[in-house]
C-alpha cells in the first residue's frame, strides 16, 4: 500500500440487475471502514455512462464489481464498451471484479481473458471476499 | 426397313383426308393419292374436314396451312384434341416458305411439312414415312403396355400435348380425372430426358420417374408410391421435432436451475446471514433492519416464480413427470421454517416494557433477546405440550455492591427428564460465546443504561429451573420487583 493509495478515498461502483443483490451487497461494503463510497446500478448502460464521466484521477482506488448475467446488456457487453472506450486496462489502474451467480468454467475463463478484469468471485459476496478484494487489489486487509 | 415401308405405303386400308381450299390442288392430290390405292376423303376448308373426321376416320391428314374459315395451324390444334386423333400423322403442305411459319406449324403438332410445287414423290415418301412411325409408335405402345401389364407399379404414357395415350393395370387404381392434366402441367416445366419429381396425390405420394421420348414426343411416366416410406419419415421428423423440443426443454430447464433459480436462493442465503450476523452482533442490537422483511419476501416471490416455470417447463415434456412432481407451498414452508425466527424480526425494533415497581420501567431491546427467544422456540416445537405455556421469570435483585438477575423458567416442569439439557439449549449462543456475554451482559446494560448504573459480571449459578447472574456494581441502588412474560 502506498501512500497515495492511504490518501485517497476507496470507491466501488456495484453494476447488478438485482436490487436486492445490490442492497446487500453495499451493506457489506458499507461495513468495511476503508471504503468510502459505494455508488449501485441496476442498469448496466447507466453505469457505463457514470464510469465515462469520471476523470483520470477518480479512477484511482476504483474497484468495480460486475454481474454477468444481466437481461439487456450483460457484463460481458459491459467489458467490451470498456475495452473499447479504455483499451486493455481502465484508468490509472482501476480493478474490475466478477461477481456471478454463475460458476461455469467457461465463464471464468472467458473472464480471464479481459485484462481489466482482476479476479472472478461466485455469489454471495462476504466479508472474507471484500477482505480478499481489497488485498489483491492494494495490498489493504 | 425400306420393304417394311412399302407395306404401309402400298396398304389399302390406309385412309387420308385431304385438306385445300383450291379445288384443282384438292383434285390433283386426290387423285395422286389413289393412284397408290388410299382411301382418300376430301375437305374444302377446316370445319368441313372437322365433320368429316370422326366419320371417315383417316390415319394420316395432309392439309393446306391457308384455309378460309381457319387456318391449317389452328386445325391441326383442334384435332389433337379429340379423342382418338391425337397421335394422327399430319402433313401440312404451303406455298407460304417463311421458316417461322413452318416452324409454327411443326411446333402445333404438325409431322411433316411439303413446300408447293412438290413432286409426286415427295409425297408418297412424306406419307410412307409418317405411316411407318405411326406405325413404330403403334408397336411400341402395344410393346410396352404389354410389358408394363405384369408391372405392379403405375405407368403411363401422355403424348407432347398433354393427352394419356396409355395406362397400365395397376395405373387405373390412382384414380383421378385430372391427375393426367396435374401430371402434363408438372412435367413441362422440365426440359430433361430423364427427370422425376415427388408428386402428392389424394393422400398418395410417388416418386415419379419420367422418360421423354423427344423423337415421338411423348412422356412414359412411372409412378412410385412411397406414401408409406413418406408416412415413416414424417413419423421419424415428428420424433425428432419432439426430441429436439425435449432437447431446448432440458436446455431451459438447467438454465433456470443454473442461474434463475440460484439468484433468489442466493439472495435468501444473504439475507439470512445478515440478519443472523445483525442478531448476533453488539452493534446491530438496536436496529435489525426491518427493511430486510421485504426483500425476504420478493427473494421468496422470485422463487415462487421460478418453481412455477419450473413446473410449467416440466409439464411441457408430456411425459407426466409433472404429474408426479408435488411442489409444496414454498412460502408456507419457508415460513413455517422461519416463523421462529420472523417473529423475532419483525419484532426486532420493539421494545418490551416491564414494570418493576418504584415507578420505574425497564425498556428491553428485543434484540437481545432474539438468541433466547429462538431458542425458547425451538424447545417448545419439541416439547408439543399444548397444555401449557413456557413461562420465563426474570427477578432483578441488588445487594450494597451486587446485582443479581434470577432467570426461572419451567422447561424442567414441562419436561423433567432433560431440564439441564433443556436450560442449556435456551441460553446456548450460536455464536459461541457464553451466556454472560449474550444474555446477562446484555441484558444487565440495557437495564443498567437505563438507570445510569455501571457494572461487572462477575458469576453465574445454576440450580435446576434457576439461573442466577451476579455482577459486581459501583452504587448500591434499590431492589425490583420481577418482569415476567410468556411465550404460546
Redesign the interface.
Known amino acids: 500500500m502506498t501512500l497515495k493509495n492511504l490518501s485517497k478515498p476507496l470507491n466501488f461502483i456495484l453494476i447488478d440487475d438485482?436490487v436486492?443483490?445490490l442492497?446487500?451487497n453495499k451493506?457489506?461494503l458499507k461495513d468495511n471502514s476503508k471504503i468510502s463510497e459505494i455508488v449501485s446500478f441496476s442498469m448496466p448502460e447507466a453505469a457505463l455512462e457514470h464510469i465515462y464521466t469520471l476523470k483520470d484521477v477518480e479512477f484511482e482506488n476504483q474497484i468495480i464489481l460486475l454481474d454477468l448475467?444481466m437481461p439487456v446488456m450483460s457484463g460481458w457487453e459491459v467489458l467490451e464498451n470498456l475495452k473499447i472506450k479504455y483499451g486493455e486496462s481502465l484508468p490509472a489502474n482501476a480493478k474490475i471484479y466478477i461477481l456471478s451467480?454463475?460458476d461455469?468454467p467457461e465463464d471464468i475463463n472467458k473472464s480471464k481473458e479481459y485484462t481489466m478484469v482482476s479476479g472472478f468471485y461466485t455469489?454471495?459476496?462476504?466479508k472474507l471476499n471484500v477482505d480478499k478484494i481489497l488485498e489483491t487489489s492494494f495490498n489493504w486487509i | 426397313m425400306k420393304n417394311s415401308k412399302m407395306q404401309y405405303y402400298k396398304s389399302p386400308s390406309v385412309k387420308i383426308l385431304l385438306i385445300d381450299d383450291e379445288e384443282s390442288i384438292r383434285e390433283n392430290i386426290q387423285e395422286l393419292l389413289e393412284i397408290k390405292d388410299y382411301e382418300v376423303q376430301s375437305a374444302k376448308h377446316a370445319t368441313d374436314a372437322l365433320n368429316k373426321l370422326i366419320s371417315f376416320n383417316p390415319d394420316l391428314i395432309v392439309t393446306d396451312l391457308m384455309l378460309p374459315d381457319f387456318s391449317g395451324i389452328e386445325l391441326i390444334e383442334q384435332i389433337r384434341r379429340i379423342d382418338g386423333f391425337s397421335e394422327i400423322p399430319v402433313i401440312v403442305i404451303t406455298g407460304n416458305h417463311k421458316p417461322e411459319i413452318l416452324r409454327s406449324s411443326m411446333t402445333s403438332g404438325a409431322d411433316d411439312y411439303l413446300s408447293k410445287p412438290f413432286k409426286a414423290n415427295e409425297l408418297y415418301e412424306s406419307i410412307t414415312s409418317q405411316l411407318y412411325k405411326k406405325a413404330v409408335r403403334k408397336e411400341n405402345v402395344e410393346l410396352i403396355a404389354e410389358l408394363s401389364k405384369q408391372s405392379p407399379l403405375p405407368i403411363i404414357r401422355i403424348n407432347q400435348f398433354g393427352k394419356l395415350i396409355y395406362s397400365n393395370p395397376a395405373a387405373k387404381l390412382i384414380k383421378s380425372e385430372n391427375l393426367v392434366e396435374l401430371l402434363y402441367k408438372k412435367i413441362k416445366r422440365f426440359n430433361e430426358v430423364h427427370f422425376n419429381f415427388e408428386f402428392p396425390f389424394d393422400k398418395q405420394l410417388f416418386k415419379v420417374e419420367v422418360t421423354h421420348n423427344s423423337i415421338q414426343g411423348y412422356y412414359n411416366v412411372y409412378f412410385l408410391d412411397i406414401t408409406t416410406e413418406w408416412n415413416k419419415n414424417l413419423e421419424l421428423s415428428q420424433k425428432n421435432q419432439l426430441i429436439q423440443l425435449k432437447n431446448e426443454n432440458l436446455m431451459q430447464f438447467a438454465n433456470i436451475v443454473s442461474h434463475d433459480l440460484k439468484a433468489p436462493i442466493i439472495n435468501l442465503r444473504q439475507l439470512t446471514n445478515l440478519i443472523i450476523s445483525e442478531a448476533e452482533d453488539v452493534k446491530y442490537k438496536n436496529s435489525i433492519s426491518e427493511s430486510l422483511i421485504p426483500f425476504l419476501d420478493q427473494s421468496l416471490e422470485k422463487l415462487e416464480c421460478v418453481m412455477a416455470k419450473l413446473v410449467e417447463i416440466l409439464k411441457g415434456r408430456h411425459d407426466g413427470v409433472a404429474n408426479k412432481l408435488k411442489i409444496r407451498d414454498l412460502r408456507l414452508h419457508v415460513e413455517k421454517q422461519t416463523k421462529k425466527h420472523l417473529n423475532g424480526f419483525l419484532n426486532a425494533n420493539c421494545y418490551l416494557t416491564f414494570s418493576i415497581g418504584k415507578n420505574i420501567n425497564l425498556d428491553f431491546p428485543l434484540t437481545s433477546f432474539n438468541v433466547i427467544i429462538k431458542n425458547i422456540c425451538e424447545i417448545l416445537l419439541k416439547f408439543k405440550n399444548k397444555n401449557e405455556d413456557l413461562k420465563i421469570h426474570f427477578s432483578y435483585s441488588e445487594t450494597e455492591n451486587r446485582i443479581m438477575l434470577d432467570i426461572e423458567h419451567n422447561c424442567c416442569l414441562l419436561n423433567k427428564t432433560d431440564s439441564n439439557e433443556t436450560f442449556n439449549l435456551i441460553y446456548k449462543s450460536k455464536s459461541g460465546n457464553n451466556i454472560e456475554n449474550i444474555i446477562g451482559f446484555q441484558t444487565i446494560k440495557n437495564i443498567m443504561n437505563s438507570h445510569n448504573g455501571d457494572f461487572l459480571f462477575h458469576k453465574k449459578t445454576e440450580k435446576n429451573c434457576l439461573c442466577t447472574l451476579i455482577f459486581i456494581k459501583n452504587d448500591s441502588q434499590k431492589s425490583f420487583q420481577t418482569p415476567e412474560f410468556y411465550f404460546n
Open positions: 438485482d436486492i443483490q442492497f446487500l451493506k457489506i448475467n451467480s454463475s461455469l455469489k454471495p459476496l462476504d
